[in-house]
């Protein structure tokens, strides 16, 4: 079993909806969560990190962690076509290496 | 500063040959880590840099791979006798905070 896992979709949704993306993971150690968007064959990039459990957000977006549950989201509100991309789940213990899901890839329709 | 720069962006080599790529981190970070990252999958760590410091190498790196960051600048991750499992993008990321990675485009090798 994986560390971190993550359905890999696709997910599928129409302009406008809320999308929620999951991880689940079994390192009680991790403490740094992040939520990366990765468009085809470009780097990951950052689009939100929360520190041990709690809520965060930041315009659209709403990341969540539960460490009692060792589950993570994030959710997208209002999404655009332009949010069509594969999100990578990723989490850390205090400045090691990042640990990835295997990401979901979401497909938003105009 | 741009950003996380890799060269080449991509590389066809034949199997058994040797590859180099070159990764340039954003200039104040100290932290420099190497990813794999195949068709479908998340990153998987490789390797991790502490300015010229290596770190932390992951089982995934064979004794066929090698990493530098000679004097914490820039590092060169070197592939021996090149596989047909080693294609693949290969990522660098830079940071210099718990949770600040700044990823690269990537270079991708595929090795016919």
């Known amino acids: 079993q994986k560390e971190v896992e993550q359905d890999p979709g696709p997910l599928s949704v129409p302009e406008g909806a809320i999308v929620s993306l999951n991880c689940t993971y079994s390192?009680?150690?991790?403490?740094?969560f992040m939520w990366y968007r990765q468009y085809s064959r470009k780097g990951p990039e950052l689009l939100m990190y929360?520190?041990?459990?709690g809520n965060k957000e930041d315009g659209r977006f709403t990341a969540q962690v539960d460490k009692s549950s060792k589950y993570i989201s994030l959710f997208i509100r209002d999404s655009q076509p332009s949010d069509s991309a594969t999100y990578l789940c990723?989490?850390?213990?205090?400045?090691?290496?990042?640990?990835f899901g295997g990401g979901t890839r979401l497909m938003v329709k105009p | 500063d741009t950003g996380v720069s890799q060269d080449p962006r991509h590389k066809i080599t034949k199997r058994g040959q040797n590859v180099t790529f070159r990764c340039d981190p954003i200039?104040?970070?100290?932290?420099l880590y190497w990813y794999r990252q195949t068709l479908g999958q998340g990153p998987e760590f490789l390797t991790y840099f502490q300015n010229e410091a290596q770190l932390e190498k992951s089982r995934l790196l064979s004794d066929r791979f090698s990493a530098e960051r000679p004097k914490g600048s820039f590092s060169t991750l070197e592939i021996q006798r090149t596989e047909q499992g080693d294609s693949a993008m290969y990522l660098c990321?830079?940071?210099?905070?718990?949770?600040?990675?700044?990823f690269g485009s990537g270079t991708r090798l595929t090795v016919v």
């Open positions: 390192n009680s150690a991790f403490q740094y």
């Open positions: 929360t520190y041990s459990s």
């Open positions: 200039s104040e970070h100290n932290r």
């Open positions: 990723a989490m850390n213990n205090a400045g090691n290496m990042l640990t």
């Open positions: 990321a830079s940071s210099d905070t718990n949770y600040g990675y700044t």
